[in-house]
């Protein structure tokens, strides 16, 4: 089996949502792509494994939803998407934490342990600096607990040079022995530009055990990307998995092909789903355990599974048997409505505007600069258009 090279991105996406286009373009281009500010709620984390055929996901969400009612928009999260023909390969690492996902690869360099961050913003207070700090030591736990040969630690670090986080940063870098990938192969260049065009920063970073930043064959960012205020930062590890790993083929992961659609349900149909799944539930035997305080061993838990399981088939046999159903398909359902009508031509005006504007210096004044920041505009709008079409 030939090696071949594996390519790790990372981006801050500032809502997947509004970003899907870009990602699903970033996916086409690497094997890997870790994701920061996905913005979505814990029940809709399945939402990041449909973004593109060929792709799996792990990820943790920021929202706590034992909290009651949800006030203003979603915030954070983490996400790490992997192609499913490298599955066999990975295993999820839980790290209890919003601001870090962790994922486990096989190579032929041995287990990679790689964490994709997304550090607190700098607010100038004790309060930021104290859960930077906390992040930045539960990266270090995760890496210590890990038999991990080498790591890979990459997302938003949300400092550079010179900012207040940067000696923190230093010392995680110093104390797990990595090496600043991108700081020691880049310069002048910038991972961060504010919507107005009058600030940007580098502070999307990529850090890598020695044996790692050995083997990388090239680093860039993806400076035409214009749906967020971050550009997304990507390197290629050269030989790193097998090629038979790296090839995306028809055996790819199978979901279900249909699913209950439920706006198509009318009374009759509903009454029939009831009436018929009242007379297979009756038929399930519901363990007299259940009515006592039985020992909670591992013959309770199987019992539970299993009772689980047939309450479960019910529901699916009465609802194919019932209900109408719709073909179900990754690649169509989560394509934004009205995007080659409303939106794709202002996608493309923006980022050339925005091209032509880094490329004479990001000036704060003058035609680009108005032109960059008005087509930005532009694009935002018709992209907000269409999400709020999609909810009608």
């Not at 961060?192 to 990388?216: E, F, K, M, P, R």
């Not at 299993?306 to 394509?335: H, N, T, W």
Request: with cysteine.
């Amino acid at each position: 089996m030939e090696p071949t090279n594996l390519v790790v991105a990372t981006f801050n996406c500032r809502s997947v949502k509004s970003s899907l286009a870009e990602i699903r373009q970033l996916c086409d281009q690497s094997d890997i792509v870790l994701l920061q500010e996905h913005w979505l709620l814990p029940n809709e984390l399945d939402y990041l494994s449909n973004i593109h055929p060929d792709f799996l996901s792990h990820a943790t969400s920021a929202v706590d939803l034992s909290q009651g009612l949800l006030v203003g928009r979603p915030y954070g999260g983490t996400a790490v998407l992997y192609r499913k023909r490298l599955m066999p390969s990975i295993v999820s690492v839980e790290t209890f934490d919003p601001r870090v996902c962790a994922i486990q690869i096989a190579t032929n360099l041995g287990p990679v342990l790689l964490l994709c961050v997304y550090m607190p913003t700098d607010e100038g207070n004790n309060d930021s600096m104290e859960n930077f700090i906390a992040t930045c030591a539960k990266v270090s736990a995760l890496i210590a607990e890990c038999d991990a040969a080498h790591r890979i630690v990459a997302g938003d670090f949300n400092c550079q040079p010179g900012s207040r986080y940067y000696s923190i940063f230093q010392k995680l870098v110093d104390d797990n022995n990595l090496c600043q990938t991108d700081q020691n192969r880049l310069s002048n260049v910038f991972t961060y530009c504010n919507d107005a065009g009058t600030a940007s920063s580098w502070i999307d970073h990529v850090l890598c055990s020695q044996g790692l930043d050995n083997v990388v064959s090239n680093i860039f960012i993806g400076v035409d990307y214009i749906s967020s205020d971050h550009k997304p930062l990507a390197v290629s590890f050269s030989l790193v998995v097998d090629n038979t790993l790296r090839k995306d083929s028809n055996e790819n992961v199978v979901f279900p092909c249909s699913v209950t659609d439920w706006s198509k349900a009318d009374a009759a149909s509903i009454l029939n789903y009831h009436s018929t799944i009242n007379a297979l539930l009756s038929e399930v035997h519901y363990p007299s355990m259940f009515q006592t305080e039985p020992e909670r061993d591992l013959n309770y838990c199987r019992i539970i599974d299993e009772y689980y399981c047939a309450v479960m088939s019910c529901v699916k046999q009465a609802g194919q048997a019932c209900l109408p159903s719709k073909q179900f398909s990754s690649a169509r359902d989560y394509i934004t409505p009205g995007w080659n009508e409303y939106v794709q031509g202002k996608h493309t005006a923006a980022r050339l505007a925005f091209l032509d504007w880094v490329m004479i210096g990001k000036p704060r004044l003058g035609a680009e600069f108005q032109l960059m920041k008005t087509t930005r505009a532009q694009f935002k709008l018709a992209l907000r258009y269409c999400g709020s079409t999609r909810m009608l």
